[in-house]
């Protein structure tokens, strides 16, 4: 949902160089990013590390079929990314095919990400329920009158719905952390292999822990 043609990162990364040793910020070349390129940073951030593919599923999804990614348009950009110092790569051996590129956020790309998220959290929420709002008003609108009031309730009876799921889903990724027993990496909750080391994640190889 993040608008605008670029999102401006030059005064976050000033405001964190005078917080953190600046040479961590020394490989970042690039101080505005598509709202698509700021996408990506984030779905790799929830997920820890992603290959291209899996990417490409995960923002699939995440634009619900308003929008398919394909690989002309991602490879391109993760190697823009990587090249301006928000995401580093490492080939790891997957144990059902050959080696795999996983991307995964540097120290100053998830520095940038928190501090942009967090000084527009509050703007953005507001944001999508503006959209929410507008977008079920002219949903409802669209039919008859005579059928105005249950529509209504049908739309209200969906986004609570909609509202509950989200709910319930950001506990669930913030108050465990799911651990690859072989090297300790923190990874997704329904993954089947861990992406940093490729081993099959059985029951014996997963291991959680609250916060």
């Known amino acids: 949902m993040w608008l605008g043609k670029f999102l401006d990162l030059e005064e976050d990364i000033e405001e964190l160089r005078s917080e953190i040793k600046q040479e961590i910020f020394a490989n970042i ?96 929420l507001l944001l999508i329920e503006n959209f929410i709002v507008d977008l079920s008003s002219i949903y409802i609108k669209s039919h008859p009158q005579e059928d105005i009031k249950e529509i209504s309730k049908e739309v209200q009876e969906l986004l609570n719905r909609s509202f509950e799921r989200i709910k319930d889903s950001i506990p669930s990724t913030l108050k465990f952390k799911t651990k690859c027993s072989n090297c300790g990496s923190e990874i997704g909750r329904k993954v ?3 992406p940093f080391c490729g081993i099959q994640l059985t029951q014996t190889a997963i291991k959680e822990s609250s916060e």
């Open 29 to 124: 070349t690039k101080s505005k990013l598509t709202p698509l390129e700021f996408t990506i940073v984030e779905v790799i951030f929830n997920s820890q590390a992603l290959s291209g593919y899996d990417l490409m599923l995960a923002l699939n999804k995440h634009f619900a079929g308003t929008w398919e990614a394909k690989s002309g348009t991602i490879y391109p950009i993760l190697s823009k990314l990587e090249g301006s110092g928000f995401l580093k790569s490492k080939m790891v051996k997957s144990p059902i095919g050959p080696l795999r590129k996983l991307y995964t956020l540097t120290k100053a790309g998830e520095e940038l990400l928190k501090l942009k998220v967090n000084k527009n959290y509050l703007e953005q």
């Open 192 to 194: 089947i292999y861990c």
